[in-house]
Antibody, heavy 112, light 113 residues
């Protein structure tokens, strides 16, 4: 069964850092386009970062460029999102997505 | 990048009546190599992740009630709830996975009139 499990969310102060993890099972993350999708409270879905199978197609949504870094560990079959210089507007549920397969999400709250 | 536009933003329908949600993509999401439209519909209730209802534009996910149906091809798609039930109150999103980056519609909130 294909499954994605996110972790690493929490409460962080503005300007702080956090790293999200997405453990994959049932497939190899290095063989797929993988996304981090964010949903601010009460709002819609927006992709914030993506990585293609060979790693040459890394992309970021404009508001997170220079602050977020996507990566993966093939040995652990895990996707990561390193988030720095966090802002209040980064608050939301972060989902790990492969095509039409979603994780349950992890909540990130940026507040003092 | 493909842009997805959903309408209406919200919809109030009486119990047992039909609800129709539209989704338009800025480019075709149809693949002639396999004759499939790379378009899904999700249902999201408060505090829950999006739940897959329809994929390939018209294929119902296992366990989804048959009152939910998807139609359309190319750039224009529709999600229909044939007889709205109380448990269908939610926000519905369309999503294209034909090309990268993926894109989502803005969502349609369905309520009971």
């Amino acid at each position: 069964e294909v499954q994605l499990v996110e972790s690493g969310g929490g409460l962080v102060q503005p300007g702080g850092s956090l790293t999200l993890s997405c453990a994959a099972s049932g497939f190899t993350i290095g063989s797929s386009w993988m996304y981090w999708v964010r949903q601010p409270p009460g709002k819609g879905l927006v992709w914030v970062s993506r990585i293609n199978p060979d790693g040459s197609g890394i992309g970021y949504e404009d508001s997170v460029k220079g602050r977020f870094t996507i990566s993966r560990d093939s040995a652990k079959n895990t996707l990561y999102l390193q988030m720095t210089s966090l802002r209040a507007e980064d608050t939301g549920v972060y989902y790990c997505v492969k095509s039409i397969i979603w994780g349950q999400g992890t909540l990130v709250t940026v507040s003092s | 990048d493909i842009v997805m536009t959903q309408s209406p933003d919200s919809l109030a329908v009486s119990l047992g009546e039909r609800a129709t949600i539209n989704c338009k993509s800025s480019q075709s999401v149809f693949s002639s190599s396999n004759n499939r439209n790379y378009l899904t519909w999700y249902q999201q209730k408060p505090g829950q992740p999006p739940k897959l209802l329809i994929y390939w534009a018209s294929t119902r996910e296992s366990g989804v009630p048959d009152r939910f149906s998807g139609s359309g091809s190319g750039t224009d798609f529709t999600l229909t709830i044939s007889s709205l039930q109380a448990e269908d109150v939610a926000v519905y999103y369309c999503h294209q996975y034909y090309s990268n980056p993926i894109a989502f519609g803005g969502g349609t909130k369905v309520e009971i009139k």
